[in-house]
Nanobody, 127 residues
Framework: QVQLVESGGGLVQAGDSLTLSCVAS??????FGWFRQAPGKDREFVAA??????????SESVKGRFTISADDDDDKNPITLQMNGLKLEDTDDYYC????????????????????WGQGTQVTVSS
């Protein structure tokens, strides 16, 4: 049974840091991503990582503030999202996503390309 379990969300103040963690099991995954979603809005790409060429991918809104990483061992766990310099607009539910494919280019940032999803963890940034 495939499971992606996120943790680490919470309430923080603007400018603070937070680390989200995702533990994936039940399958061999080759691409991991973090997305976020506000109520009534589409899921928004945040960051992705796999082991093809080019390194991690970030949305422009988080580039330079967020870092996605994964362990070097075979199961890649955990997949973390280090979030620094949090802003009010970073308030959202954050979701870990995974797929067995080495997603490249536009597929990395497309929520529809990821087959497996966690239940989400809430991040609230206050002023």
């Amino acid at each position: 049974q495939v499971q992606l379990v996120e943790s680490g969300g919470g309430l923080v103040q603007a400018g603070d840091s937070l680390t989200l963690s995702c533990v994936a099991s039940g399958h061999t995954f080759n691409t991991f991503g973090w997305f976020r979603q506000a109520p009534g809005k589409d899921r928004e790409f945040v960051a992705a990582i796999n082991w093809s060429s080019g390194g991690p991918t970030y949305s422009e809104s988080v580039k330079g503030r967020f870092t996605i990483s994964a362990d070097d061992d075979d199961d890649k766990n955990p997949i973390t999202l280090q979030m620094n310099g949090l802003k009010l607009e970073d308030t959202d539910d954050y979701y870990c996503a995974a797929d067995s494919a080495q997603l490249r280019g536009r597929l990395r940032v497309d929520a529809e390309a990821y087959r497996y999803w966690g239940q989400g963890t809430q991040v609230t940034v206050s002023s």
